[in-house]
T-cell receptor, first 111, second 117 residues
Framework: KQEVTQIPAALSVPEGENLVLNCSFTDSAIYNLQWFRQDPGKGLTSLLLIQSSQREQTSGRLNASLDKSSGRSTLYIAASQPGDSATYLCAGPGTASKLTFGTGTRLQVTL | GAGVSQSPRYKVAKRGQDVALRCDPISGHVSLFWYQQALGQGPEFLTYFQNEAQLDKSGLPSDRFFAERPEGSVSTLKIQRTQQEDSAVYLC???????????????FGEGSRLTVL
């Protein structure tokens, strides 16, 4: 059974700082790993999808890496902004038909 | 529509009432998922449809939960005889591909927040 863990659970940083969010998973035979953003009271927005054959994906100030052998993924956010404040969730397939989510990292970027 | 639409956005039910939550996926999307998200937790898988076929319902917590997608588009999640522990946000997601957990990007709706008193 796939289990996904995210640390830290919460993080507060000043604007402009670079930061790293961590995600670990137990089943290394994953097809892909996705990072999502969730704003309070909202659904999830997909940020980055890394296929199992890839090592990283980049979108703007976001960079996600995947290391299947160690069961880890990281989300790097460069030059953080207050608008980045949200909960960030990673998810990996438990089976071909469903994703297993971590509990998320709640990020606050302060002025 | 442009995105996944869910209704109602908020539902308050008395314990023992039946509720029905609706999901309109993105047009043409083959895969549809229901997730349950408790406060402060990540979403937990409930069930998965590929077109009208319910291929995985292993996450449904009890036989009070029932989901359908009769024409392969709109889906309804029904909860019978609601209990307080059913209080959560119910998220619907769709994907263009089959077996979206393996290869496809998921698009989520904003969820239906159920509060059982």
């Amino acid at each position: 059974k796939q289990e996904v863990t995210q640390i830290p659970a919460a993080l507060s940083v000043p604007e402009g700082e670079n930061l790293v969010l961590n995600c670990s998973f137990t089943d290394s035979a994953i097809y892909n790993l996705q990072w999502f953003r969730q704003d309070p009271g909202k659904g999830l927005t997909s940020l980055l999808l890394i296929q199992s054959s890839q090592r990283e994906q980049t979108s703007g100030r976001l960079n996600a890496s995947l290391d299947k052998s160690s069961g880890r993924s990281t989300l790097y956010i460069a030059a953080s902004q207050p608008g980045d404040s949200a909960t960030y969730l990673c998810a990996g397939p438990g089976t071909a038909s469903k994703l297993t989510f971590g509990t998320g990292t709640r990020l606050q970027v302060t002025l | 529509g442009a995105g996944v639409s869910q209704s109602p956005r908020y539902k308050v039910a008395k314990r023992g009432q039946d509720v029905a939550l609706r999901c309109d996926p993105i047009s043409g999307h083959v895969s549809l998922f229901w997730y349950q998200q408790a406060l402060g937790q990540g979403p937990e898988f409930l069930t998965y449809f590929q077109n009208e076929a319910q291929l995985d319902k292993s996450g449904l917590p009890s036989d009070r939960f029932f989901a359908e997608r009769p024409e392969g588009s709109v889906s309804t999640l029904k909860i019978q005889r609601t209990q307080q522990e059913d209080s959560a946000v119910y998220l619907c997601a769709s994907s263009l591909l089959r077996y979206a957990g393996a290869s496809g990007e998921l698009f989520f709706g904003e969820g239906s927040r159920l509060t059982v008193l």
